[in-house]
């Protein structure tokens, strides 16, 4: 007789049109982390809002700490990304270019940023045991290494640090203002101001379409 083989699990239907099932469940993964808490949410909330079983759940995921780690992703790739353009930055517009690709990514992982702001502990513990420590910790190094460069004067080094620090601090202070006010304006508000800090003179208004004959 045939030894017996056990199937592996099958997981949820992929929906033909859409986001995967891996995407939908980070979606509702990042509001429910958000709003009550990493360590207040259990995978079976995560799954009911689904429409599948816990288990089914498994087949994407192991554990909670799996799917945390798959959400701050974005945010390692971005600290990864900042130290190669600290690293190419000669001029005070590379750093005005830099900062504000740095501002774009922020807004674009709004919620991401929202989410690490409000379960810090939980993202602390895993970045311990991360790659998202290792980036953080390279990342300092390359921001303390360009306070002491030479080629750039003192002026500039205490300009860049600042509207640095500006930029990369604004999620832990500005998140009641991102909640309450269009986040295009606050935007070009903050370019406005770093490039007011570097020492530059102000962004040049995007180009217009002429109106149409």
């Known amino acids: ?6 199937a592996e699990p099958a997981g949820p239907a992929e929906p033909a049109h859409g986001p995967s099932t891996r995407d939908r469940i980070l979606d509702v993964a990042v509001d429910l982390f958000t709003e009550q808490g990493y360590e207040g949410t259990s995978l079976r909330e ?7 079983t816990k288990a089914a759940l498994y087949y994407h995921f192991k554990s909670k700490e799996e799917i945390l780690r798959a959400l701050l992703e974005p945010i390692v790739d971005l600290q990864t990304n900042l130290i190669d353009r600290i690293d190419a930055a000669q001029s005070m517009e590379d750093w005005a270019s830099m900062l504000t690709w740095t501002l774009d990514n922020m807004f674009d992982n709004y919620r991401l940023f929202q989410l690490a702001d409000r379960n810090r502990s939980a993202v602390e513990t895993l970045a ?5 420590f290792e980036d953080h910790t390279r990342l300092h190094a390359r921001v303390e290494a360009m306070a002491t460069r030479q080629d750039l004067s003192l002026a500039e080094r205490v300009r860049i640090l600042a509207a640095l620090g500006g930029i990369t601090g604004f999620d ?8 309450h006010e269009p986040h295009d ?12 800090i570097l020492g530059l003179p ?12």
Do not use: H, K, N, Y
Not at 185 to 196: F, G, K, P, Y
């Open 46 to 52: 995560i799954a009911e809002p689904l429409g599948f």
């Open 185 to 196: 304006l606050v935007r070009a508000e903050l370019i406005a101001v770093t490039r007011v």
């Open 202 to 213: 102000p962004e040049p208004p995007e180009p217009t379409e002429p109106p149409a004959a």
């Open 172 to 179: 832990d202070f500005g998140g009641a203002l991102l909640d």
């Open 1 to 6: 007789m045939a030894a017996r083989t056990t």
């Open 128 to 132: 311990e045991t991360s790659e998202f």
